[in-house]
Every structure is written in structure tokens, then in C-alpha cells.
DNA sequence: TATTGTTATACTCTATAACTATA
DNA sequence: TATAGTTATAGAGTATAACAATA
């Protein structure tokens, strides 16, 4: 079946951009799985690291993750041995990260950054530069304009 | 809390373009919505057009979609009236527009069309030529590398 | 009053296994 | 044997509403 530019879907940037995601996260979910880890734990035990003062809200507003959906997501992590809660005070908790959870953070580090340099590597040199700040154009409150 | 170049998550591709194309998904899926249009449905009758032969297996691998995930997706659009089954043989099926089918696929393409300059409008003029191209090469096969 | 954490719930998307019928 | 279409099912991710407790 012909696939060439002239159909509206190969031409559109849209397109290109959903299927280039969900390319990229497939191959990812399945180098992280190795150690046991999903692209949402991962980002997680990235963000917190060694900070004692990360709240599931603040995680939830950073990776514009609804609340709710961070309740199984740090109690996986939990049930894993990865995060410990914390109390702040009377209402709030601490996602910290365990001994365990450092080395998996570092782990996931590792897979990730090897998985980065094999995504940028992909893309021809004249545009390796402009990948990242096009992209960050579209969702970044901050992003230059 | 801090979110600037230094941590991991902020200097990541990959982050940037996860996070870029759900925002683009959500932008996109709002706007369909409002002629009762999916992602997928709109990209299945972007693609069927005026062809009398194209089946739902052909469907499945162009858009990387599992043969077993159309059949809700073609029995959507059926139910709605914009497709009809017309046997090729006696065992394959052509998927073809019905003429609501078509008048959804010109709304869709006018709404795709003005959203799709609205998204490369955000991207900064140096980086807007090299956008497509760099997601090409991370998912099509016959992207130039 | 606003925020944090939570439960319950539902919808979408995606994935696998297995089956029938036809090429 | 390979392919087309299908059913059943399960896992993820995501969404809203509602509530209790605390700031």
C-alpha cells in the first residue's frame, strides 16, 4: 500500500510526532522492564533522588500526572522496596528514596542514558541539534520562544 | 520545586518528546471531539479516502495497530455510518467511505489542517524545518538517514 | 478555603492467546 | 501454510467525582 508524501498522513507533523513517541516508549518500557522498572517509576527515582522533601503532589504537578494516578504508582514502588514515606507534617508525606531505590535510580540512569545517546544517534546529524528545543517548544511554559 | 537543566528528566530527548506529543494528543483529541472523532478514526478515514480495495489488515500495519484492536475501531466507525464493509473475497473485506464518511473526513482534514499550523507555529523558525525529518528518522523505516 | 492524600470507578489504548475460515 | 477477521481477556494509562484530614 503506497505510503508516499503526496497522503495527508505522511505529511503531517502531528502524525510524525505520535508515532516517533510511542516508537521511542515502547523501546524504552522494554530496556527498563529489564530491572523491573516502568518509564513512570523510572522518572520518578529520577526526580526524587536525594531530596527528603518531594511530595506525591509535587511529583503529580511536575510530570502533570493526575493525583489520583500517583496512589499505585508510589505504592508499586513502595511495595518494591524503592520509596519510603515520610511524614512532613500532619498532612504530608516525603517520597524518599531507599538504599534499593538509589541503586535502582542508578540502574535506570544508566539504561536511559545508553538509550538517549542510541535515540539521538538515529537522527541525521543537521537536525540532531534542533530536536530537543522543537519539541520542548510545544509543552514547556518556559520553553523559548 | 526545581525543574532547570540540571536534573536528568529536564536534559532528556526522550522525556521532551514523550511529553510533547501527549500534549499535542490531548490538543488534537479535543478538537476532533468536536465532530465525534477520535485520533485513530480521523487517521483511518484520512487514509481509506476514496480507495474501494484497503482492508482492515492493511490499516493495521500502517498504523502499527494490532489486527485484533480494529475491529472495535472499524465497528465504531461503521456504527456511525462513515464506513461500510464491501467483501473483496471470500475472505477479506474493503473498508470504504460511506458519503457522511467522506463529508467527516473533510471536516477532520480542515481541523488536522488548521491545528497542524497551529502546532509548527509554536516551534521556533530555526528548528521548525528540522522537526519532521528528526521524527522521521526514529520511526520510518524509509526515512533518510 | 485551599491543599494533601485517598477510594472508587470508568474509559481508552494496547497486548496476547486462541479460534474459524479462506488464500 | 500464511493470511484475514474475530472473540475474549488483561494490562497499562488516564480521567472524574467524592471524601477526610490538615494547612
Do not use: Y
Amino acid at each position: 500500500m503506497s505510503d508516499d508524501e503526496d497522503d495527508p498522513i505522511s505529511r503531517s507533523p502531528g502524525h510524525s510526532l505520535r508515532r516517533a513517541a510511542l516508537s521511542m516508549m515502547a523501546e524504552l518500557a522494554g530496556r527498563l522492564s529489564e530491572i523491573d522498572c516502568r518509564i513512570s517509576d523510572s522518572t520518578v527515582l529520577l526526580l526524587v533522588n536525594d531530596r527528603t522533601d518531594v511530595t506525591a503532589s509535587m511529583i503529580s504537578r511536575m510530570l502533570d500526572i493526575q493525583r489520583t494516578n500517583m496512589v499505585p504508582l508510589v505504592n508499586r514502588l513502595e511495595s518494591a522496596g524503592l520509596v519510603r514515606k515520610m511524614p512532613l507534617d500532619g498532612k504530608s508525606f516525603a517520597i524518599v528514596l531507599t538504599p534499593e531505590g538509589k541503586k535502582r535510580r542508578k540502574q535506570a540512569l544508566e539504561i536511559i542514558g545508553r538509550f538517549e545517546d542510541d535515540l539521538m544517534g538515529k537522527i541525521p546529524p543537521e537536525h540532531r541539534d534542533h530536536f530537543k528545543p522543537a519539541l520542548d517548544s510545544l509543552w514547556r511554559s518556559d520553553a523559548p520562544s
